[in-house]
């Protein structure tokens, strides 16, 4: 079967020229780009169950900008008044600059590792082990964000600040494509939210990283191209090792 068309479950690539535009280009494929799924914060009555007493906390962990957005959205909509002496403790730099946008930035009290990595940011939070740390989580946060700073012997309560929802896809027709590329777990969760009735039949399955690879197999898909892998370290190139190899077995 000839692939026409690829269904991308992310944004389309803000550059003009990109591997996909040149994947599209080189194979005659028209590549769709629809976002399966979305982040929203949560309301504040669901973050009021989770009992969480933001003020009972002395510092404030960041792991990204949009927990920094909804915090800060999430403060406001329970009329929470953050005082001065709130530390914030941030992933990386470019995180802690974007706090910015909602205080007054003072080195004093804001903080960040070095490398961008988690791990790092934990060794600045054990230079202040008096401190009560207020982790601004995802539904989807690690498990190896807890392990770190329990392991740290830290002070600190998690909140679910946001969370990942399904997007509505009501508007695809789903049958249309040859390959459906996923890159989370939570894309093929909405493929069946959007679409209880998919059947996979001719259609290729692409999925990037273990984590995906394994919720394609257990919804009972057959998964047909994988990244990363030696040969394909990216989506568009594993694509492109998928689209060759079809051309090769019509010939």
């Known amino acids: 079967m000839k692939i026409k068309k690829i269904l991308i479950s992310q944004p389309e690539p803000i550059a003009e020229k990109s591997p996909y535009s040149d994947l599209a280009e080189k194979y005659g494929v ?15 009555k669901e973050f009021r169950d989770q009992r969480v007493d933001i003020l009972a906390h002395t510092a404030v962990v960041f792991t990204s900008k949009t927990g920094i957005d909804h915090f800060f959205t999430l403060v406001e909509a329970l009329k929470i008044v953050v005082p001065e ?3 914030y403790f941030c992933v990386s730099e470019s995180v802690a600059f974007y706090l910015q946008k909602y205080i007054v930035y003072r080195k004093r009290k804001t903080f960040y590792g070095e490398t961008g990595q988690f791990k790092d940011c934990v060794e600045v939070m054990r230079k202040h082990p008096k401190d009560r740390f207020l982790l601004v989580l995802a539904d989807t946060y690690k498990p190896e964000i807890l392990q770190r700073v329990d392991e740290a012997k830290l002070k600190y309560s998690k909140g679910i600040f946001y969370k990942t929802v399904s997007s509505d896809l009501s508007f695809i027709d789903i049958a249309s494509y040859g390959v459906l590329a996923f890159f989370s777990p939570h894309g093929i969760t909405s493929l069946f939210h959007n679409f209880p009735d998919f ?4 259609v290729a399955i692409a999925a990037f990283g273990s984590s995906t690879a394994k919720a394609v197999e257990e919804a009972g898909l057959t998964l047909n191209i994988s990244a990363p892998t030696p040969e394909a370290l990216s989506m568009p190139s594993a694509l492109e090792l998928f689209l060759k190899q079809q051309v090769k077995a019509k010939k």
């Open 199 to 202: 059947k996979q039949g001719e």
């Open 85 to 87: 002496t709130m530390k």
């Open 30 to 44: 028209k590549l769709d780009f629809h976002q399966f799924i979305h982040v929203e914060g949560v309301e504040a």
